[in-house]
Nanobody, 123 residues
Framework: QVQAVESGGGVVQAGGSLRLSCAAP????????MGWFRQAPGKEREFVAA????????YYADSVKGRFTISTDSAKNTVHLQMNSLKSDDTAIYYC????????????????WGQGTQVTVSA
């Protein structure tokens, strides 16, 4: 199965910002909603944000609303996650995936998972 490829992770101090990117093959990107999930050590993978491939209808987890912004670059089949005001609780591996489901937050609805990119927020 063709996978997405995430990039942009790193180590940042609390209060700082990072921008994650996810590149997907065109046949994966177009016609799908693209989502970001994250998984912290010892915890389940949780929904962060998602958006339609055309860039409309973004929706977010309550824990990141107002701090994170998801967007797309359709010309490059890429979805971005701008993360501001980062907290230690945001430390996790961030994954990108695709779904045809509408407004889903369930990881079981998503496919074409990437390998993830590590985000570490230091106090």
């Amino acid at each position: 199965q063709v996978q997405a490829v995430e990039s942009g992770g790193g180590v940042v101090q609390a209060g700082g910002s990072l921008r994650l990117s996810c590149a997907a093959p065109e046949r994966t990107f177009r016609g799908h909603n693209m989502g970001w999930f994250r998984q912290a050590p010892g915890k389940e993978r949780e929904f962060v944000a998602a958006i339609s491939w055309s860039g409309g209808y973004p929706y977010y987890a309550d824990s990141v609303k107002g701090r994170f912004t998801i967007s797309t670059d359709s010309a490059k089949n890429t979805v971005h996650l701008q993360m501001n005001s980062l907290k230690s609780d945001d430390t996790a591996i961030y994954y990108c995936a695709a779904t045809r489901a509408v407004y889903s937050r369930d990881r079981r609805d998503f496919t074409s998972w990437g390998q993830g990119t590590q985000v570490t927020v230091s106090a």
